[in-house]
């Protein structure tokens, strides 16, 4: 099991992207071009760097959860202790308040969308500039046409919850900006390509 101190700023200055499940996931055609946290079973799509995964098992068909177990990602952050997952690569987290954004304590703050949770992890990792993709409560998820988002009727609430992590990070010096042209997360915008393209000269991959 890795301990979540040992990583902390081990990508200070980094562009961080990162990647929920939705549609526009499938914009990121060079994922080697930045950090990615993940979540989930994005490694259908591409292998994160990073893995979050805050649902136990049950949560997922059989096909989505073989995604996870089998993912490529360097570390899976969780909360879950029993979650059936690599041991090696498994970082325990705790989880703070739900809704919250208080980014230098210990406990990291939560909302119903497992990206938020990443977002802050990014932030302890030291990122300069996150790129938030995937994100979108439009329907259907990247591999899938599966409808609506089971969390669609909340996304102004979810969004609220964005725009103050935003703000909590701009006061720290922490550029975040939304890669997806069609999310609903209404933090401001920026093109990936000119996103995976900003400078990042004190970044230091250790």
Same mark, same amino acid.
């Given at each position: 099991?890795?301990?979540?101190?040992?990583?902390?700023?081990? $990508?200070?200055?980094? +562009?961080?992207? =990162? *990647?929920?499940?939705? &549609?526009?996931?499938?914009? #990121?055609?060079? /994922?080697?071009?930045?950090? =990615? !946290?993940?979540?989930?079973?994005?490694?259908?799509?591409?292998? @994160?760097?990073?893995?979050?995964?805050?649902?136990?098992?049950?949560?997922?068909? @059989?096909?989505?959860?073989?995604? !996870?177990?089998?993912?490529?990602?360097?570390?899976?952050?969780?909360?879950?202790?029993?979650?059936?997952?690599? &041991?090696?690569?498994? *970082?325990?987290?705790?989880?703070?308040?739900?809704?919250?954004? &208080?980014?230098?304590?210990?406990?990291?703050?939560?909302?119903?969308?497992? @990206?938020?949770?990443?977002? !802050?992890?990014?932030?302890?990792?030291?990122?300069? +500039?996150?790129? #938030?993709?995937? =994100?979108?409560?439009?329907?259907? $998820?990247?591999?899938?046409?599966?409808?609506? $988002?089971? #969390?669609?009727?909340?996304?102004?609430?979810?969004?609220?919850?964005? !725009?103050?992590?935003?703000?909590?990070?701009?006061?720290?010096?922490?550029?975040?900006?939304?890669?997806? /042209?069609?999310?609903?997360?209404?933090? @401001?915008?920026?093109?990936?390509?000119?996103?995976?393209? #900003?400078?990042?000269?004190?970044?230091?991959?250790?």
């Amino acid at each position: 099991m890795i301990d979540f101190t040992r990583i902390n700023n081990k $990508h200070k200055g980094a +562009n961080i992207i =990162v *990647c929920g499940c939705g &549609e526009s996931a499938s914009l #990121l055609t060079e /994922p080697d071009k930045n950090i =990615v !946290i993940g979540v989930n079973d994005i490694q259908r799509l591409l292998s @994160p760097n990073y893995l979050v995964v805050v649902n136990d098992k049950t949560s997922f068909s @059989p096909q989505r959860w073989s995604f !996870i177990e089998t993912t490529q990602a360097e570390i899976i952050f969780t909360h879950l202790r029993g979650l059936k997952v690599d &041991e090696k690569k498994k *970082c325990i987290i705790a989880l703070g308040r739900y809704g919250g954004c &208080e980014l230098d304590k210990v406990a990291i703050d939560y909302s119903s969308n497992s @990206p938020y949770i990443a977002s !802050i992890i990014a932030y302890k990792l030291g990122a300069k +500039n996150i790129g #938030l993709l995937g =994100v979108d409560f439009t329907p259907n $998820h990247f591999f899938a046409k599966t409808g609506d $988002h089971p #969390l669609s009727k909340k996304s102004a609430t979810i969004s609220n919850e964005y !725009i103050q992590l935003h703000k909590s990070l701009a006061n720290k010096g922490v550029n975040f900006y939304n890669l997806s /042209p069609s999310s609903k997360i209404l933090i @401001p915008k920026m093109n990936l390509h000119d996103f995976q393209n #900003l400078q990042d000269d004190q970044y230091e991959n250790k």
